[in-house]
């Protein structure tokens, strides 16, 4: 029964990936990836003081673990934020859009006043 276990298929370099190559993968900076690796947030063997070594899959599925997470708090967010479905149209509040831009000063009595000069 034992030789009918399955064996993982050997890990070849291009399955593993160091902090630089995770980094890139990621989209990260390297110490936003160092931080992650210290956090415990992605798996990792440091070899050594300068190797630290991770594996593809680990990092695929880092990636779609957290994003189904902020996929699910986002979500959540968004259902918090909705009025009721029982609120009157005239009841609801309304979403004020702040803009960003300054409001340009009316320029027009200053060019009124250059033409008249």
Same mark, same amino acid.
């Not at 479905?85 to 979403?95: F, L």
């Given at each position: 029964?034992?030789?009918?276990?399955?064996?993982?298929?050997?890990?070849?370099?291009?399955?593993?990936?160091?902090?630089?190559?995770?980094?890139?993968?990621?989209?990260?900076?390297?110490?936003?990836?160092?931080?992650?690796?210290?956090?415990?947030?992605?798996?990792?063997?440091?070899?050594?003081?300068?190797?630290?070594?991770?594996?593809?899959?680990?990092?695929?599925?880092?990636?779609?673990?957290?994003?189904?997470? =902020? !996929?699910?708090?986002?979500? #959540? $967010?968004?259902?918090?934020?909705? @009025?009721?479905?029982? +609120?009157?149209?005239?009841? =609801? !509040?309304?979403?004020?859009? #702040? $803009?960003?831009?300054?409001?340009? @000063?009316?320029?027009? +009595?200053?060019?009124?006043?250059?033409?008249?000069?």
């Amino acid at each position: 029964m034992a030789d009918q276990q399955r064996k993982a298929p050997p890990i070849n370099v291009e399955d593993t990936l160091g902090l630089e190559g995770a980094a890139r993968m990621l989209r990260l900076g390297l110490e936003a990836m160092k931080e992650l690796v210290d956090k415990g947030e992605v798996p990792a063997v440091r070899l050594n003081q300068k190797h630290t070594v991770m594996l593809r899959e680990d990092l695929i599925e880092f990636l779609r673990s957290e994003g189904r997470r =902020q !996929a699910a708090e986002r979500k #959540k $967010s968004a259902i918090g934020n909705r @009025p009721a479905a029982n +609120a009157s149209a005239s009841g =609801q !509040a309304r979403r004020v859009s #702040k $803009s960003r831009r300054t409001k340009l @000063p009316d320029l027009r +009595a200053y060019e009124q006043a250059d033409h008249q000069s």
